[in-house]
């Protein structure tokens, strides 16, 4: 008896057949767990996180090599190279 009970709670495992029409199902099914997963949505929170601060380094580190070019650029006119 155990078989059968174990089998019956372990039936999110079942898997889907291989056809065109089935992908796009098993599509739908995946996309709509994703939705209704809340943690699905932290991860999308922390990306977006992730990426503004991308962002935001290499902005700065673009805006000090510029300020670096030119004070190279100005000792370089300065000592007369």
């Known amino acids: 008896m155990l078989g ?3 089998g019956a709670q372990m039936n999110h495992t079942r898997a889907f057949p291989v056809g ?3 992908k796009k199902r098993k599509g739908i099914w995946i996309m709509r767990n994703f939705i209704a997963n809340e943690q699905g949505l932290e991860t999308v929170e922390y990306a977006i996180i ?3 601060i991308v ?3 290499v902005a700065a580190i673009t805006a000090i090599g510029t300020w670096v070019s030119g ?3 100005a000792l370089k006119t300065a000592l007369g190279a």
């Open 4 to 6: 059968p009970a174990l």
């Open 71 to 73: 004070k190279f650029t």
């Open 55 to 57: 962002v935001g380094t």
């Open 20 to 22: 065109p029409a089935q």
């Open 50 to 52: 992730a990426g503004l």
